[in-house]
Structure formats: structure tokens, C-alpha cells
């Protein structure tokens, strides 16, 4: 992380912290963890097409799922993730 990039806005009833990934660091997070303490952490996902496929293998379909439910599970695919917008399409 970037420190001198790093932001935090607190309103009454919002926190949004903004991050800034250090030169040399690419690619998009695939996950974070927050919460007030370290053993209080949560883990959170970013959006991502792996995440999402993921995400959709364990809720649609539990381990024990039959080959016709698999090919009825909807396709989503990630198409374009950026700082203002995320495009998803469903078919």
C-alpha cells in the first residue's frame, strides 16, 4: 500500500477508506478483511469473473450437484470492472 494515498472519509452513518496499491504492484485484489480488531477480521471479495463463478459453484450448486443442473445454472461473466463502474452480463 501507498500510506501518503491512503484516505479516510467519517460521516454519522458512513467510512469509506480509499487505498492505493505501491509501485510495482499490479493486477486487480481479489479479496480484503476488515473489522475493529484483528481477531474480529471479516473477509470480504472483490467483484471479479473467478470470484463470481466461484461464489456461484457453492451457492447454485453444492457438491453433490446432477450434470443437467449444471448445464441450467445462468453464465455470468464479468465484461469491465474500473474505478466508476462494473458490467456484468447474464445469460
Known amino acids: 500500500l501507498m500510506s ?6 467519517v460521516t ?3 467510512a469509506a477508506i480509499g487505498l492505493a ?3 510495482g504492484s499490479s493486477g486487480l485484489w481479489e479479496k480484503f478483511h476488515f473489522g475493529i ?3 474480529t477480521l471479516q473477509e470480504r471479495l472483490f467483484l471479479s469473473e473467478e470470484n463470481v463463478d466461484g ?3 457453492t451457492v447454485l450448486c453444492p457438491s453433490l450437484c446432477s450434470q443437467s443442473a449444471l448445464e441450467s445454472q445462468p ?4 465484461l469491465d470492472v474500473t474505478e466508476d463502474r462494473i458490467q456484468i452480463r447474464l445469460e
Open 4 to 9: 501518503p494515498e491512503t484516505s479516510v472519509s
Open 12 to 14: 454519522a452513518h458512513n
Open 21 to 23: 496499491k505501491a509501485p
Open 37 to 39: 480488531d484483528a481477531s
Open 55 to 57: 461464489f456461484l459453484d
Open 75 to 78: 453464465l455470468i461473466e464479468v
